[in-house]
């Protein structure tokens, strides 16, 4: 079983069990461009399960016998009540608390199943496969306009803004439960930006969401 826990920013635990992380692919339409992806016309969803979150600050470790492992920044949400066919306002009052989430992709792995018209996890569900940071309550952070960056040894590689979302937040969150119903302590994921690319063993990482939370984490 994983040791994984829910925690907020200041270290206490959020009491929740981890729940499925539910992502959206292709979210904004500079990163769907960069890896020559048709800009979807509706969400693309996928899950990873419980088993792939991991801490964040803990040093990152994957699989290294299958090509290259893409690091994906993105804003996390998790999710404190019941959603099933939500309203916007159902939705909205659901969010518990904002985070960030590495998407972790084996690249490889996934270009070779899209050419086959194949599902997506085991590229995106390995063990280990989506790092969470703790998370800061949603009353102290402003909604209506977030930004998050990740820097690698120093050098800014990506920068998201939640205004260039192709399906923003809380439409995001009752579509998603259109189609399955979210439960308390489930993540969401709600894409990543332009400037993805692979992880080299040695590396440091550092994302900021806005002015309210910074984690670092170093690569195996």
């Known amino acids: 079983m994983p040791d994984y826990q829910h925690h907020w920013k200041d ?11 539910v992502c ?26 419980s ?13 290294r016998d299958q090509g290259d492992v893409h690091f ?18 159902e939705a909205e009052a659901a969010i518990l608390g904002y985070g960030l989430a590495l998407d972790l992709t084996l690249r490889d792995v996934q270009s070779k199943l899209k050419e086959k018209g194949q599902p997506w996890e085991r590229a995106k569900a390995f063990d280990g496969a989506c790092p969470l940071s703790p998370f800061v309550s949603a ?3 402003s909604r209506d306009h977030l930004t998050f960056t990740l820097d690698i040894d120093g050098q800014r590689q990506q920068t998201g803004d939640t205004r260039e979302m192709l399906n923003p937040i809380v439409p995001l969150i009752a579509h998603m439960s259109s189609q399955f ?16 690319g692979p992880l080299a063993s040695g590396q440091t ?5 806005d002015d309210v939370l910074f984690v670092e984490t170093t690569v195996l």
Do not use: C, M, Q, W
């Open 24 to 49: 959206i692919g292709r979210n904004y339409a500079e990163h769907a461009r960069e890896l020559n992806n048709p800009v979807p016309d509706e969400p693309l969803l996928f899950i990873k399960p």
């Open 139 to 141: 009353d102290k952070v």
């Open 72 to 89: 994906e920044t993105e804003l996390a949400v998790l999710i404190g009540r019941p959603l099933t066919n939500a309203s916007a306002t």
């Open 11 to 21: 270290g206490t635990p959020v009491h929740l069990p981890l729940g499925k992380i």
């Open 51 to 63: 088993t792939a979150a991991v801490h964040i600050t803990r040093p990152l470790h994957f699989p």
């Open 181 to 196: 119903t979210l439960l308390p302590g489930d993540v969401v994921l709600t894409g990543t930006p332009k400037g993805v």
């Open 205 to 209: 990482l550092s994302l900021e969401l």
